[in-house]
Structure formats: C-alpha cells, structure tokens
C-alpha cells in the first residue's frame, strides 16, 4: 500500500510563507494523482489543491489562488505546497492525499491519506 507522510507545518503571522512536503512510498506512488485538503475547527475539511501524475495540470479552490502553489517531484516522490501571504482563515490541519485521476482526488475520494500537519497563522 502508499503511505503518505506530512511534513512542514508550524506557527507562522499573517503574511508569512510555510512549505508543506508530502512523502510517498510503496507501491507506484508516481501513478497517482495528489492533492491536499484542510480542515479547520468546527469545520468540515475542503479541498485546496491538487496536481496530475505528471504535474501538468492542477487545480485549486478559490480561497488560495494565487497565494498557494503545488509542485510535485516524482524522483523524489514528494508533493509540495508552497503558502505565501497566509492569512488567519488558512489555519488548518493539511492532509495530503493520493488517488489515480484529479478527479477522485479533488472530489476526495483518493485511496490514501496522509496524518496531517497543523499549520497556525497568528493575527
């Protein structure tokens, strides 16, 4: 199976930048297309962004256009997202995920999910 693995969250003020990194391993993880998802408090969680196999096309809700980009290395296996300009809105647990087409990804139904990790924007 893929597991996925979350890395690169932590405190940061308003307008700030964090880089999140997503490791994968097991099978073919190059197969997949990955995204990330937040949820916040007393929230339910909603997409962010996500990215194809090659990462040729991606995709982000509205909320971080402009502000948040998606990269992925498939030599290294990793799934970035870079968060510039961070607002207090974005304070959230990312969750990475991965699944076989954008498709099932940004409708969050991906085979995999990843622990989280919290990130915190202060006023």
């Known amino acids: 199976q893929v597991q996925l693995v979350e890395s690169g969250g932590g405190l940061v003020q308003a307008g700030g930048s964090l880089r999140l990194s997503c490791a994968a391993s097991?099978?073919?993880?190059?197969?997949?297309?990955m995204g990330w998802f937040r949820q916040a408090p007393g929230k339910e969680r909603e997409f962010v962004a996500a990215i194809s196999r090659l990462g040729i096309s991606t995709t982000y809700t509205d909320a971080v256009k402009g502000r948040f980009t998606i990269s992925r290395d498939n030599a290294k296996n990793t799934v970035y997202l870079q968060m510039n300009s961070l607002k207090r809105e974005d304070t959230a647990i990312y969750y990475c995920?991965?699944?076989?087409?954008?498709?099932?990804?940004?409708?969050?139904?991906?085979?995999?999910w990843g622990q989280g990790t919290q990130v915190t924007v202060s006023s």
């Open positions: 097991g099978r073919t993880p190059g197969y997949y297309a």
């Open positions: 995920a991965a699944g076989p087409n954008l498709r099932t990804v940004v409708g969050g139904i991906g085979d995999y």
